[in-house]
């Protein structure tokens, strides 16, 4: 498995910006897999964000197309997730996650095996 840690959440007004990092570590799966944002609210579902598979493909949730944008540095085993434009129905706790081919980029929480531990973002009104 990989170890993931997360970073950059924050309280924000409606409209500001964040970026999250998540630093990877141990066996990083080779030249194959999946990386992901996902996020849980109180009270619902994880649900997913953004993935970016190994060969640098992306997806976006519908709520966040257009504001969020995910991206990597594989030379520092990181990967990003820049939210512009946040709203209050973007507070959640924030989790990186990842599997083990780019065959699992979908938003199915079950085909990650490895996840940070998450990072707060609290948007207010």
């Known amino acids: 498995q990989v170890q993931l840690v997360e970073s950059g959440g924050g309280s924000v007004q409606a409209g500001g910006s964040l970026r999250l990092s998540c630093a990877a570590s141990g066996y990083t799966y080779g030249g194959n897999y999946c990386m992901a944002w996902f996020r849980q609210a109180p009270g619902k579902e994880r649900e997913g964000v953004a993935f970016i598979a190994s060969g640098g493909g992306t997806g976006y949730a519908y709520s966040v197309k257009d504001r969020f944008t995910i991206s990597r540095d594989s030379a520092k085993n990181a990967l990003y997730l820049q939210m512009n434009s946040l709203k209050p129905g973007d507070t959640a706790m924030y989790y990186c996650?990842?599997?083990?081919?780019?065959?699992?980029?979908?938003?199915?929480?079950?085909?990650?095996?490895?996840w940070g531990q998450g990072t707060q973002v609290t948007v207010s009104s």
């Open positions: 996650a990842a599997a083990p081919s780019e065959k699992y980029c979908t938003y199915a929480v079950a085909f990650y095996n490895s």
